[in-house]
C-alpha cells in the first residue's frame, strides 16, 4: 500500500512514518509537505493518504483567516485533488477542540461547539470533507485528545520538565483521556488496512489522572517530589474556574463506548508502559 504522510515536519507524522517504515506490511511511505501548490501534487498510485499538516494554536496566534486557508481550506483542495487523481481513501487529523471548553465526559450524545478558531475551523475542515466523501473515497475524521509520546512537544513535555524542578505537587484525583503515539501508530495503521471511513475518537486503556501522571515521571526519573493534599484543596478552591486550572486539573474524557475501535487492539500500551517509553525516550520502531 502506498501512503503519503502529510506534515513534513510535525511530531505525529514523523512517528508514523518511522512506525510504518518499521513494519514489514507492504506499506510504501511517502512523507511530505502540502502547503504550497497543492494542485500540482502528484498523488498518481496513492491509495491512502493521512492529513496531518495544519495549523496548530499557538500562544501568539495567527490571524483567523490564516485558520481558515491552512485547515480548512488547503484541507478540502487537498482532498478534491486526491479523489480526482484516484486516491481511495483519506485521513484527517481533527481535534477534541471541536467540543470546545468542555468539562467531563463527552458522549455520542455530545455536541460539538468549537470556542477557538483552531476548533473551529477544524470542524468546519471536517463538514467540507463530509460533503467529498464517497464510496469510492473514504474519509477518516480523527479526533484524538493529547498525544504524548518519547520527545514529543505541547502540553506532556512542560509537565515533564516542571516536575524534575518541582519540589511539590498538588493531589487532586481529575480524569482525561489522552494516547500514546504507539497507540495511534497502531490505531491509523489499522484503518488503512481496514480502509474504515467514519469519524474516531480515540485514547488509551486508561483514563490518566494528572497527578498519577506525576507521580510515574517522578519515579521514573528517581525524583523525589511530595504530593499534598492540601494544596490540592487550596488550588480547587481558588482556582476553579481559571482555564489553565482546568486544563491541567479539570475532567476531560470521551466514555469507553465512544472509543470502541476494532475490540480496540490499537490499545497496545498501558499507562506505565507508555510512560517508561516516553522519560526514557527510547524508540518503538528498531
Do not use: W
Not at 93 to 116: D, L
Not at 167 to 176: E, L, M
Amino acid at each position: 500500500m502506498k501512503v503519503l504522510i502529510t506534515g513534513e515536519n510535525g511530531y505525529i507524522s514523523g512517528q508514523l512514518y518511522d512506525y510504518l517504515n518499521s513494519k514489514n506490511n507492504g506499506f510504501q511511505v511517502i512523507k511530505k509537505s502540502v502547503r504550497s501548490n497543492i494542485e500540482n501534487i502528484d498523488l498518481n498510485g496513492i491509495e491512502t493518504v493521512v492529513h496531518l499538516a495544519g495549523l496548530v494554536h499557538k500562544k501568539k496566534g495567527y490571524p483567523d483567516r490564516e485558520y481558515i486557508q491552512v485547515n480548512c481550506e488547503l484541507t478540502k483542495n487537498l482532498a478534491l485533488s486526491a479523489k480526482k487523481q484516484g486516491v481511495k481513501q483519506f485521513i484527517f487529523f481533527s481535534t477534541m477542540a471541536v467540543y470546545g471548553f468542555q468539562k467531563g465526559e463527552i458522549t455520542s450524545f455530545t455536541a460539538t461547539n468549537p470556542e477557538t478558531v483552531y476548533g473551529k475551523s477544524k470542524l468546519l475542515a471536517e463538514k467540507e470533507l463530509e460533503r467529498i466523501a464517497s464510496e469510492d473515497f473514504k474519509v477518516a475524521i480523527v479526533r484524538p485528545p493529547m498525544v504524548y509520546g518519547p520527545n514529543c512537544p505541547g502540553n506532556y513535555k512542560l509537565l515533564s520538565d516542571f516536575i524534575k524542578v518541582a519540589p511539590i505537587f498538588p493531589y487532586i484525583d481529575n480524569k482525561r483521556s489522552m494516547i500514546f503515539i504507539g497507540n495511534l501508530n497502531v490505531f491509523i495503521e489499522e484503518v488503512m488496512i481496514n480502509r474504515d471511513s467514519g469519524v474516531f475518537h480515540i485514547q488509551d486503556p486508561n483514563f490518566v489522572s494528572t497527578t498519577n501522571m506525576v507521580k510515574n515521571i517522578a519515579n521514573i526519573n528517581n525524583l523525589n517530589i511530595r504530593i499534598s493534599k492540601r494544596l490540592g484543596i487550596i488550588l480547587s478552591k481558588i482556582l476553579k474556574n481559571n482555564k489553565l486550572y482546568l486544563k491541567v486539573f479539570g475532567d476531560l474524557f470521551y466514555s469507553t463506548d465512544l472509543t470502541i475501535y476494532n475490540e480496540n487492539t490499537y490499545q497496545k500500551y498501558d499507562f506505565n508502559n507508555s510512560i517508561n517509553i516516553s522519560e526514557k525516550k527510547v524508540s518503538m520502531y528498531d
